[in-house]
């Protein structure tokens, strides 16, 4: 009987062990949520399981020269340097890329997203918007580019999407959320949104095909 009892307890904790590796390792979005420790890092992850906190605000905002971006968009130092530089370059090709979505912080994020629910519904805002703190535009270091064809919506068709395929890594930027990584990255692909993360890093990503999530991975 007892030898029975103890068969019957270990079981028990086998399956509860069993049933709580494979909740862990269901990558549930806005499941399992951690804070972000570090938002200062170039390589932060910022997602649907990693939150930023409401009084983060980057330290080194900088205003994007308004010749490649419209009105007052700011990024991070580093980030506005190396997106000055790349739409300079590209202007000198014959190429028009600016910057129309940079810099969000966690209230106006919040506005955007609750506005998502009211026009479109719970469903649509959760695949094509970020809750408040887990977006990336907080941190600082991504930019929604706009084309020669004046919509970012339609970045994809314009020639400059190609430009930045090949070239936004020099320049430190990767393209965030790639078609097809979507199980990865949670979002849904976003061909007009790209992230800075350092010249060395986005050399990294992009050679091995990766997104910031396997990168970190790695690390
Ligand atoms: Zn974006």
Not at 121 to 135: D, R
Request: proline content about 2%.
């Amino acid at each position: 009987m007892v030898i029975l009892l103890n068969r019957i307890i270990i079981s028990t904790l086998l399956i509860i062990i069993i049933i709580y590796f494979i909740y862990k390792n269901n990558n549930q979005f806005y499941k399992n949520i951690k804070d972000v420790k570090k938002p200062y890092k170039l390589d932060t992850l910022v997602n649907k399981n990693n939150r930023l906190s409401k009084y983060y605000r980057p330290y080194d905002l900088i205003k994007i020269n308004e010749s490649y971006s419209n009105k007052n968009k700011y990024l991070r130092r580093d980030a506005c340097k190396h997106f000055e530089l790349l739409s300079k370059d590209a202007k000198s090709e014959g190429y028009r890329i600016i910057a129309v979505s940079t810099y969000r912080s966690y209230f106006y994020q919040k506005e955007l997203f609750n506005h998502y629910v009211k026009t479109k519904g719970l469903k649509k805002a959760l695949i094509a918007s970020a809750k408040a703190g887990h977006s990336e535009h907080q941190l600082g270091l991504s930019v929604d580019v706009e084309g020669s064809n004046f919509d970012y919506n339609k970045f994809e068709e314009s020639k400059e999407f190609k430009w930045m395929i090949k070239n936004a890594y020099k320049y430190g930027f990767i393209l965030r959320y790639p078609k097809g990584k979507e199980y990865i990255t949670g979002f849904k692909y976003e061909p007009w949104h790209f992230r800075y993360v350092d010249v060395k890093i986005a050399k990294f990503i992009h050679d091995k095909k990766i997104t910031l999530e396997e990168y970190k991975k790695t690390r």
